[in-house]
């Protein structure tokens, strides 16, 4: 795209420019312009992806709350049957997952590449964790009687308890596949400038699978037994 | 873990696990005291832990200011609508409690002041009548007295509710968010069906129910003459 016979520093006065290359040179208000609008993480389309996600979980959740008004002692009855214990620990292995992320993405950008690889499965552990608590509480669940089609009124919280935590085990489902990814790139070691930007994005969609837990754990495991 | 990370990652994950514990804590003593509150609380410590996992681990700190704003903006209107919904039914339910109870009070106050001599018992089955009426009322905007959308009586609803004798029944609407006890004996005092019924000393019996809307409140009395 550029000619290199009209390399122009736009920090330069305008006077200095190469009179020849004019027509070809940035605009020079451009480059400062973007350094100062900061750095988007991964591709810009996968921002798109993750703020509608988030938007959705936002919409469930707040109906969910919505129908809790109608009806709080039932609600309240329906969260004390779920095991608030296990709802926390998984957050605390979300944050620690999240918090491993972080230090995998310092240390791809290192080149760190083995150091890097280590943290990206100790987040997929932690993922597998995760999944598998979930897996018993869906059973002792399920095995007291609350399928997601119970009857009312106590169906309508653990229809909202199954279709949040299904949904949201999807999206577990899916960054583990991709912290796998991450993990084969690390051990071919990608460097950093050439596989930035998937990097960052299966970072970011990490960290959208945790904080969308925490909403959940929030208000249907805790506030909703209050 | 010294080198992999900026101290800031790990500050902010040492909050975040600190947070949750707290609401965590928070969460199995709120039961206890019943207020809204503590529910505000926690989802006001929720908001921030996302907001944080936001600005450090998704590196909204140095972000474009448009996705920057975006994600603030979801935080905001997710906690903002997070704790609207929470704190009002929540607090109503627990005033609703002290109303329901306050209710029978001021009727027994009435009946001694016609010279009842009799106690007057909270009823179970009664209650449940008053709680059918009172969300038919609530949800049923054309109502406006005993009468249920199905075309029930007070009567009817008492047989339903497995209560076996003489049913009456007094109700209040307010078109606002809540009523307090004064306005609400004032309005049944000053209403002479409702006196006589308040005034009956064979109503030995009563089940109280009370919910509101933002723009609706309703209570429904109802008394019981044991068969």
Redesign the interface.
């Known amino acids: 795209m550029t000619h290199p016979q009209v390399r122009v520093d736009p920090n330069l006065p305008e006077f200095l420019w190469d009179s020849g290359g004019a027509e070809a040179a940035p605009p020079p208000a451009r480059r400062p312009a973007m350094a100062r609008?900061?750095?988007?993480?991964g591709e810009a389309g996968l921002?798109i992806f993750i703020?509608g996600d988030?938007?959705l979980f936002?919409a469930i959740?707040?109906v969910f709350?919505?129908e809790?008004?109608s009806d709080?002692?039932v609600f309240?009855e329906s969260a004390h049957q779920l095991i608030?214990p296990i709802g926390?620990v998984n957050?605390?292995v979300l944050?620690?997952s999240?918090?491993l992320?972080?230090?995998a993405v310092?240390?791809h950008r290192g080149g760190r590449y083995p150091?890097a690889r280590r943290?990206v499965a100790g987040a997929t552990s932690c993922a597998a964790v995760f999944a598998g608590l979930k897996a018993f509480e869906y059973y002792v669940a399920i095995s007291s009687g609350h399928t997601p089609s119970g009857h009312m009124p106590e169906g309508t919280f653990f229809t909202f308890y199954f279709v949040l935590t299904g949904l949201h085990l999807l999206h577990v489902v899916v960054g583990t596949a991709l912290l796998l990814a991450w993990q084969a790139m690390l051990k071919r070691r990608r460097s950093w400038t050439g596989s930035q930007k998937v990097a960052?994005g299966i970072?970011?969609y990490w960290?959208?699978v945790?904080?969308l837990w925490?909403?959940i754990?929030?208000?249907v495991?805790?506030?909703s037994?209050? | 873990m010294n080198g992999i990370v900026p101290r800031r990652a790990t500050v902010v994950f040492a909050g975040l696990v600190v947070a949750t514990c707290v609401t965590w804590w928070l969460g199995s003593r709120s039961s206890a005291t019943g207020v809204g509150l503590a529910a505000a609380l926690t989802v006001l410590i929720a908001s921030a832990k996302i907001y944080f996992i936001g600005r450090d681990f998704m590196e909204m700190r140095s972000a474009p200011s448009v996705l920057r704003a975006a994600f603030n903006v979801w935080v905001a209107v997710v906690a903002v609508a997070a704790i609207a919904l929470v704190v009002v039914p929540t607090s109503a339910h627990a005033d609703n409690k002290r109303l329901n109870d306050g209710v029978a009070a001021n009727v027994y106050t009435i009946q001694h002041q016609a010279g009842c001599t009799t106690n007057l018992v909270l009823n179970p089955q009664l209650q449940l009548a008053a709680q059918w009426h009172t969300h038919d009322v609530l949800n049923n905007r054309s109502l406006d007295g005993d009468l249920g959308s199905d075309g029930s009586t007070p009567q009817d609803r008492g047989n339903a509710a497995g209560f076996h004798g003489k049913v009456a029944e007094t109700v209040a609407i307010n078109p606002a968010l809540a009523i307090s006890g004064i306005e609400l004996i004032n309005q049944w005092y000053y209403n002479p069906a409702y006196l006589a019924i308040m005034r009956d000393c064979a109503n030995t019996l009563i089940g109280v129910w009370s919910e509101s809307a933002l723009d609706r409140t309703v209570v429904v009395a109802v008394y019981g003459q044991p068969a």
């Open positions: 609008d900061g750095h988007t993480p921002w703020l988030m938007t936002a959740l707040i709350l919505w809790r008004r709080p002692t309240e608030q926390a957050t605390l944050l620690l999240s918090y992320v972080v230090s310092f240390a150091q943290l960052e970072a970011s960290h959208m945790d904080l925490v909403a754990f929030t208000l495991y805790l506030v037994a209050e």
